[in-house]
């Protein structure tokens, strides 16, 4: 499982540094060039210009329509990803029996695990991996969105509500912090893991680190991890606890 965090993180470093982190500085327009810019990064850019036209020039409100409609796009592969990790969840015994019946740890016994293990998979319909693709289709979406905000001019010249988007706030870091931990301690209220240390750290970490970044980097860009955030405990309260706790209760009853 270890194993599988690490090359997790790795894919994931992978896809920020594919797309384009080191432009973050450069401003996104008509004219900016390569696949990242012109097929993710500029038409958000767009469309938040689009409704900031919509409602006199408020980039800010544009900013939680935009994050609002990506979430909401976004449900599916969510909802697919919980699943996924609840079929995982109840052949993990099945594995479990599997692992001490073949404990030895040599070559044509783990061959063994791993021909067993697999067909176990195919017999329940399970895809290891099914996990980790909702997790890959939404990072370049959501990183796009971290680039457009930082990167679209007429974003930094905006107000909304009691702060300038394009300059750092002291109280936004504070609710993105705050919405961060929320919604890390409403995931873990059903899931099994929830004891495990590195689970547990990275309820405080995660955070911390949010609302750190925050005080540092432009208002509009808290302001869009605040939208997420909250929108992630919404997403959390009416869909994915109770989704998880039905399967965890239908499990139960077989």
């Not at 973050?24 to 038409?43: C, H, K, L, R």
């Not at 070559?107 to 399970?126: D, I, N, R």
């Not at 302001?223 to 992630?232: E, P």
Request: hydrophobic share 50%; with cysteine; net charge positive.
């Amino acid at each position: 499982m270890r194993n599988k965090s690490y090359i997790l993180l790795l894919i994931i470093g992978a896809i920020l540094l594919l797309t384009g982190c080191t432009q973050v500085n450069q401003p996104i327009d008509a004219d900016s060039t390569g696949i990242w810019n012109e097929y993710f990064v500029y038409p958000l850019s767009l469309l938040i210009k689009y409704f900031a036209g919509l409602f006199n020039d408020n980039f800010g409100l544009s900013i939680v329509i935009v994050t609002l409609i990506i979430r909401v796009l976004l449900l599916p592969l969510m909802i697919k990803q919980i699943r996924s990790t609840q079929a995982m969840q109840q052949v993990q015994p099945e594995i479990k029996a599997l692992q001490e019946k073949y404990s030895s740890k040599d070559a044509k016994t783990q061959q063994k695990l791993q021909q067993e293990t697999m067909a176990l998979f195919q017999k329940h319909g399970v895809n290891p991996f099914a996990g980790c693709l909702p997790i890959f289709v939404q990072m370049p979406i959501l990183i796009a969105m971290y680039h457009a905000i930082m990167r679209t001019a007429e974003i930094k010249l905006g107000t909304f509500l009691w702060f300038e988007l394009g300059s750092p706030d002291y109280i936004l870091p504070i609710i993105a912090g705050l919405a961060t931990f929320f919604q890390q301690k409403l995931m873990m209220a059903n899931n099994a893991s929830a004891q495990n240390p590195q689970m547990v750290a990275m309820l405080y970490m995660m955070p911390i680190m949010i609302t750190v970044f925050a005080f540092f980097f432009p208002a509009a860009l808290a302001l869009y991890w605040v939208v997420g955030n909250l929108f992630m405990v919404v997403q959390t309260l009416f869909i994915r606890n109770p989704m998880v706790k039905e399967a965890s209760t239908g499990g139960d009853e077989k």
